[in-house]
């Protein structure tokens, strides 16, 4: 888990969004690229202005997978009480940790903003990792995920996304790098303290343009040996995804491939 210290305006359209970009455009392995207009990332959406949403929407986006947990929804919203978006979007709160569990504290912890702590994740909560899945493959057309700085927890959903979808694990790193250096957000954050029994800010750490070189490098090199290790479809399998969403998922970034969520789909028996 991780909490923005400073956040910088993604590349995209969507007035306000912050570290948003689309995942059109990637090579895939077998030729071609991933379809735009159909998954977004960005970090926490609190900042997207009215007139954002009107751009979101015009985009066609249908459905929010917000990926944090709920103590730090309460906290966005108490930080920004006036951020309201429009009542016609679905919005699926779907964490990937359970923050209050002692073996994620000490397993994770260490890690929260690494790719190292993705393995480890993934295996100690396929409920909930399923559950984000499921509701990616369920969402009626464009969807955006995010958490809250854009960065880890996104970054962990949309390479196993990518990586089922056949996209090559070096853009999918590239992309990873992509949301990595768009945020100041430099080592600060979040960290269990036993005594208050509660997550706590930690003050911002301003890294040089050589540090974050090295950072950026280790974290690639780790998130692509995972990725070499990863294999999406039979995870979310396990997870509890039936074959008929795990298509769909596929599918979701294909140029060609209708957009899982237009029609009516089978197999949807979990």
């Known amino acids: 888990m991780s909490i923005p210290v400073n956040l910088v305006p993604g590349d995209d359209a969507w007035d306000g ?15 071609g690229t991933t379809a735009p207009g159909r998954v977004w990332r960005s970090g926490a959406p609190e900042p997207i202005t009215p007139t954002g949403w009107a751009e979101a929407l015009e985009a066609g986006l249908t459905t929010v997978v917000d990926l944090r947990n709920p103590a730090e929804i309460k906290q966005a919203r108490k930080r920004m009480p006036d951020s309201v978006r429009p009542g016609g979007l679905v919005t ?6 359970d923050p209050g569990d002692p ?10 903003d ?3 702590s993705y393995a480890p994740n993934i295996a100690m909560y396929p409920h909930l990792v399923g559950g ?46 992509r949301a990595f250096r768009g945020t100041t957000h430099r080592g600060g954050g979040v960290t269990y303290d ?16 050589q540090q974050l070189d090295v950072r950026v490098r280790e974290r690639r090199a780790a998130l692509l040996s995972w990725l ?6 039979a995870y979310l399998r396990y997870a509890g995804l039936d074959e008929g969403r795990i298509t769909a998922l596929r599918g979701r970034l294909r140029a060609g491939e209708p957009l899982p969520g ?5 197999g949807r028996g979990s």
């Open 17 to 31: 969004a912050v570290n948003l970009h689309d995942l059109g455009g990637l090579p895939l392995q077998d030729g």
């Open 103 to 112: 073996h994620f504290l000490e397993t994770c912890g260490p890690w929260l």
């Open 228 to 233: 070499a290790e990863l294999d999406p479809a």
């Open 132 to 177: 984000v899945f499921r509701a990616l493959a369920d969402a009626a057309g464009p969807a955006l995920v995010h958490c809250a700085a854009g960065r880890d927890r996104t970054g962990m959903i949309t390479a196993m996304l990518l990586s089922l979808t056949g996209v090559e694990h070096e853009a999918i790193a590239d992309d990873y790098v």
């Open 262 to 266: 237009s029609g009516p789909r089978a």
């Open 92 to 97: 699926r709160s779907t964490p990937t940790e």
């Open 114 to 116: 690494h790719p190292r």
């Open 194 to 209: 036993e005594e208050q029994g509660a997550w706590v800010q930690q003050p911002g750490k301003t890294w040089t343009a």
